[in-house]
């Protein structure tokens, strides 16, 4: 019997529902690559490795590297490897991206996969991550409120909700309710400009959240939040607007006006 470790985020995932939308919504094809990240017990890794030509998974427990290398030892499609997964370089063959991650590191892999790897050219196809579902909404960005993450996430892709998913469906049970959401990721950024310092815009927008936008940036631009206000109205934004209400046009409007 292997006990859950807290701290590396093991909930398996036992809802055979669950991991049917899971599946279903990844639309694998025959000849798909899938990258699973943390594949615990192997409960998706079944069905990926039924649907895919080939499934690498990254897994850090060294007691559930053993338990995979003997479940799966007949399996010619499947490469398992010790490993953090954020430290592996991804291939640079096309791939797709299913898993239900370890909660504590939902930012730094939207990072490494998403934004790093679209950086470097190098991105999946699509991801889907089951993850705390208050993170999935802040992703999502309903009500057009977003925030560093949902802004980061649709400038490379277009989020998908898939459904929500209940304590009960994992064992042991989180304390959190979760979420799947897919991302399918475009080949261009929605803005056509310098990704690394659209980034830095992003950073000191959201520094103090309750503060208007004007605020924000007369703190970096040298400018005095009067000027920035006055530019605001001229590029038709709304001069008191704060970061979270900006649309992804807006923001490359801004970009143009102040950092070019
Ligand atoms: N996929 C399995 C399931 O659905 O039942 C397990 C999911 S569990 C939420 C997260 C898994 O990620 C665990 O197996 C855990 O050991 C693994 N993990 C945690 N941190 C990791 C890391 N940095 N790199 C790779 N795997 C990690």
Redesign the pocket.
């Known amino acids: 019997m292997i006990q859950a470790?807290k701290s590396?985020?093991?909930?398996?995932?036992e809802d055979e529902n669950t991991l049917l939308h899971i599946i279903e919504a990844a639309s694998l094809l025959p000849n798909d690559h899938v990258l699973?990240?943390?594949?615990?017990?192997g409960?998706?890794t079944d069905k990926l490795l039924d649907k895919a030509a080939q499934v690498t998974a990254?897994?850090?427990?060294e007691r559930?590297i053993s338990f995979l290398k003997k479940r799966y030892s007949g399996r010619k499609n499947f490469h398992l490897l010790h490993?953090?997964?954020?430290s592996y370089k991804p291939p640079s063959t096309t791939y797709k991206i299913v898993?239900?991650?370890?909660y504590y590191?939902t930012s730094p892999l939207l990072r490494h996969y998403l934004f790093e790897q679209f950086l470097d050219g190098n991105p999946p196809k699509s991801i889907i991550f089951m993850l705390q579902k208050e993170v999935a909404q802040k992703i999502m960005a309903k009500k057009a409120k977003h925030s560093l993450l949902s802004l980061q996430v649709h400038m490379f892709g277009e989020p998908k909700w898939i459904c929500s998913v209940e304590k009960r469906a994992f064992n042991p049970r989180p304390k959190v309710d979760s979420a799947v959401i897919k991302i399918n990721v475009n080949e261009k950024a929605k803005l056509d400009v310098d990704l690394k310092k659209l980034f830095w815009l992003f950073k000191v927008s959201f520094a103090q959240k309750r503060k208007k936008l004007s605020k924000n940036l007369s703190n970096v631009l040298n400018l005095q939040a009067n000027e920035i206000k006055e530019r605001l109205t001229k590029l038709g934004i709304n001069k008191d607007i704060r970061a979270e209400a900006l649309s992804i046009e807006e923001w490359g409007l801004i970009y143009e006006a102040f950092l070019t």
């Open positions: 470790k590396l985020g093991q909930n398996f995932l699973e990240i943390g594949p615990g017990k409960a998706l990254l897994e850090l427990d559930l490993i953090d997964a954020l898993a239900n991650i370890p590191i």
